[in-house]
């Protein structure tokens, strides 16, 4: 069943309560490791941003998901059980940060960094798609709003990077 917002109690539901503590989680993951990573990638290598995009998507899952529950307890806001959001907010945002960390197993940096790239814009690429289909936000703008703000972070990574 696909949600739309604004078709019932139930979907509002569902998008306040699944939809947007994930989608939180998972831009958040995946936009605010870029820079740690990048960084590491070009300063030490690929066993590096290995560990640094792991402590950093494991710190960053952990300090949203206790963002999440302890920002709201849902009975104002109806956005239902703060554990359950934070729940889900801290894990979409590991999956965020952990994706594009993975390539780094990858022990020669060209490489990781190649793939790395390729994952990162398939991660934006996903998310503007959830933005659009959950929250109605159109695909060219949710495109570039999540491209800018990933490049800016992957930038700065990038720059302290080569510094």
């Given at each position: 069943m ?9 979907d509002?539901?569902?998008?306040l309560?699944v939809v947007?503590?994930g ?9 605010s ?10 300063l030490s ?9 792991l ?7 952990i300090s ?11 009975v104002l ?20 940060g ?15 960094l ?5 994952v990162?814009?398939?991660e ?7 933005r ?8 060219s ?20 990077g080569?510094a």
């Open positions: 696909e949600l739309e917002l604004g078709h019932g109690d139930g509002r539901e569902r998008i309560q947007q503590p989608l939180i989680g998972l831009i958040d993951g995946t936009i490791t870029l820079a740690p990573i990048f960084a590491a990638a070009f290598g690929a066993r590096a941003a290995l560990l640094v995009g402590a950093a998507s494991l710190g960053a899952a949203m998901g206790l963002s999440e529950a302890l920002s709201d307890d849902g806001s109806g956005r239902g059980s703060s554990l359950a959001r934070g729940i889900l907010t801290g894990g979409a945002t590991f999956i965020g952990t994706f594009h960390t993975l390539p780094f197993l990858i022990p020669d940096i060209r490489t990781a190649e793939v790395a790239y390729v990162v814009a398939l934006l690429v996903a998310i503007a798609v959830v659009q289909r959950f929250l109605r936000v159109p695909l703008r949710s495109l570039i709003q999540v491209t800018l703000g990933g490049a800016v972070v992957a930038g700065v990574g990038v720059l302290i080569h």
